[in-house]
């Protein structure tokens, strides 16, 4: 059974960083794209960023293009989100999932819990 668990939430203000994580079990996940996702209140799920299998291979929203950096760790089925210069914006449940691919960020599992992250300005 797929597991994933987000961390590292947590409430800042605006331009600080925070830095998230994802621990996936259940699969081999060292060869699947992985990705973030968030929802904010009243809104729907939106894509934010996606990494290949490698770890070589990344792409982004454009909301958060130059403030967010996707990794993976050297086991390939953790994940990180380092969220520099954050935005009230970016307030939201931020979750994460295997996509099917970089480019086609298809979530391909159920969602875990997530992870709130809270912006005040």
């Known amino acids: 059974q797929v597991q994933l668990v987000e961390s590292g939430g947590g409430s800042v203000q605006a331009g600080g960083s925070l830095r998230l994580s994802c621990a996936a079990s259940?699969?081999?996940?060292?060869?699947?794209?992985m990705g973030w996702f968030r929802q904010a209140p009243g809104k729907e799920r939106e894509f934010v960023a996606a990494i290949n299998w490698s770890g070589i291979s990344t792409d982004y929203a454009d909301s958060v293009k130059g403030r967010f950096t996707i990794t993976r760790g050297n086991a390939k089925n953790t994940m990180f989100l380092q969220m520099n210069n954050l935005k009230p914006e970016d307030t939201a449940v931020y979750y994460c999932?295997?996509?099917?691919?970089?480019?086609?960020?298809?979530?391909?599992?159920?969602w875990g819990q997530g992870t709130q992250v809270t912006v005040s300005s």
């Open positions: 259940g699969r081999t996940f060292s060869a699947y794209a």
């Open positions: 999932n295997a996509v099917r691919s970089v480019y086609d960020p298809a979530y391909l599992y159920s």
